[in-house]
């Protein structure tokens, strides 16, 4: 029976956010589990790693747990924290040696640590030392994966999720452990290429339900059926990170044969390039989307607010649309959320039923965003305990109130919880599918879930750490030239020239 080492970690960094996310950060955020705990329900179900253990069981290998965790997105990891999560599946590799006949990792690709900009490419480049060149090692990555030559030298293998938003978790796992597989069965002799553009943009167009990034995935699975490819993977990077190497990644493993991976890498990273205009995004202003969202007739309507969005990095704490309603006096119906930990406790102390006078907004972000005074009452109390509910995952929002203020319900939580699916409303007790107007904190995957029940959705323009406009950022460590920064750059990564190779009739621009 082969034998198959399985862990890894998960944590997207935004480097624009302060502060160090501690290991009890990441217990509290999600999870951190050891040994035969991380394939359990403790930690959730429907993720990578689960998909990973269904086909392997089914395949007759027999999984050797190391250590898992998800401690979510925003500041860099500390030290100790990531030592304590190398150590865990490095010393069960060192333990294993010589017993082992392959490695899975399930892992972000877009983590960093206080002194790692890479520490997925460490790991991976680490357990390469340790195990030697005839081991196979697969990883598989968010589709935000920031992706380093690191990663790429040390794997045969490696993928990522096919969808923005993310619905495919547990296939990605079902296909990175059947690459394993063959590897170790002697069916393929996979090897890894990528080609690193120089070239960002922000989520909301990375979307691969609509606009362009539908054509370039199904670029992608056709390049998968021709003889030789066995995965085609496009990564559009976690954008609000400042480090070297930043730029989208076309990465294909192939059997056996490097040259034939790097054409098609390069086949499919020209098409991005040639597109790349098509990945500018445009919202509207907070006072014109509540305008355009009241005028319309249907239930719900969502007001997306990219720019503060936890699931990206952001605070969680801006009130950009509570200030606008305000302003204009609205009594309709309406669901927002905010993070505030002092609103939140003197929403506890005073209890269920009681009116309070509280000002929301600005507290972890104070520079972006303006308290407001508000009084309401207090309709429900919660602990902040739930699951999230794509994938299913523990979270922890801490103490939280669900206020009232006029017709809106405001859910005032002590800490910032993922926006993507319905969880956030539906462990205060609120339905957002009924609701008029919802707030919806998310950079574009909140669409994997309301997209099917909206009756509209507005993309508001609103300040934020996670603006859709990367240019208002200040970057100071990424490779230039790069687009948008440089919007003259002609030559897609050095050495390319500035048109693809005249063999290839698939790229026109209007294609």
């Known amino acids: 029976m082969a034998r198959v080492l399985i862990g890894g970690f998960m944590h997207e960094v935004h480097t624009f956010v302060d502060g160090v996310i501690t290991l009890d950060d990441m217990r509290r955020n999600g999870y951190v589990a050891t040994g035969e705990e991380i394939l359990s329900p403790a930690i959730g179900s429907g993720q990578e790693i689960h998909g990973a253990r269904d086909v392997a069981l089914t395949n007759g290998i027999e999984l050797v747990p190391s250590r898992m965790a998800f401690g979510g997105v925003g500041a860099r990891v500390a030290d100790e924290a990531y030592a304590y999560l190398r150590a865990g599946i490095l010393d069960v590799a060192i333990a294993e040696r010589g017993r082992l006949d392959g490695v899975y990792l399930s892992m972000h690709g877009a983590m960093a640590t206080q002194s790692e900009d890479d520490p997925e490419g460490d790991i991976l480049a680490a357990l390469r030392a340790l195990l030697g060149p005839h081991v196979p090692i697969v990883a598989s990555f968010d589709l935000h994966c920031h992706m380093t030559e690191r990663m790429v030298g040390a794997a045969d293998a490696l993928i990522a999720y096919r969808t923005i938003p993310h619905v495919d978790f547990l296939e990605t796992g079902q296909r990175a452990m059947q690459l394993l597989v063959d590897a170790i069965a002697g069916r393929t002799r996979p090897v890894v290429r990528q080609r690193k553009l120089r070239m960002m ?218 926006q993507l699916d319905e969880s956030i409303y539906h462990q205060a007790g609120l339905d957002p599918r009924t609701a008029k107007l919802v707030l919806i904190k998310s950079a574009g995957g909140f669409r994997g879930v309301y997209e099917a029940f909206a009756s509209l959705i507005i993309e508001m323009d609103t300040p934020g750490l996670c603006t859709h406009d990367l240019t208002r950022l200040p970057f100071l460590r990424i490779p230039r030239p790069m687009w948008p920064w440089d919007p003259g750059l002609a030559e897609p990564w050095p050495g390319a020239g500035r048109t693809p190779a005249a063999t290839d009739t698939d790229h026109g621009a209007g294609a």
């Not at 699931?311 to 006096?329: H, M, P, Q, V, Y």
């Not at 309406?334 to 993070?339: I, S």
């Not at 209890?351 to 005074?373: C, F, I, M, N, Q």
Request: with cysteine; glycine share 10%.
């Open 201 to 418: 943009a922000s989520s909301e167009k990375h979307d691969t339900n609509h606009g362009p990034m539908v054509d370039i995935m199904a670029h992608a699975r056709m390049l998968e059926t021709r003889p030789g490819i066995l995965a085609v993977t496009v990564t559009p990077t976690q954008p609000w990170m400042d480090v070297p190497e930043l730029g989208w990644s076309v990465t294909v493993v192939a059997d056996g044969d490097a040259g034939l991976a790097q054409a098609a890498a390069d086949e499919l990273a020209w098409k991005l390039w040639l597109r790349r205009e098509r990945f500018l995004v445009e919202k509207v202003s907070v006072p014109d989307a509540v305008q355009q969202a009241i005028a319309h007739e249907g239930v719900p309507v969502i007001l997306a607010d990219g720019a503060d969005s936890p699931s990206a990095g952001g605070n969680g704490d801006g009130d950009d649309l509570l200030r606008e309603l305000l302003r204009i006096g609205y009594q309709g119906d309406a669901l927002l959320t905010v993070v505030d930990p002092v609103a939140a406790a003197t929403c506890t102390a005073a209890g269920e039923g009681a009116t309070v006078t509280v000002t929301l907004g600005g507290y972890r972000t104070p520079d972006t965003y303006r308290p407001v005074e508000v009084t309401g009452r207090v309709i429900a109390l919660r602990d902040g305990r739930y699951l999230h509910e794509l994938p299913v995952r523990p979270m922890d929002i801490g103490p939280t109130a669900v206020l009232q203020v006029a017709g809106m319900r405001i859910v005032v939580s002590t800490r910032k919880g993922f």
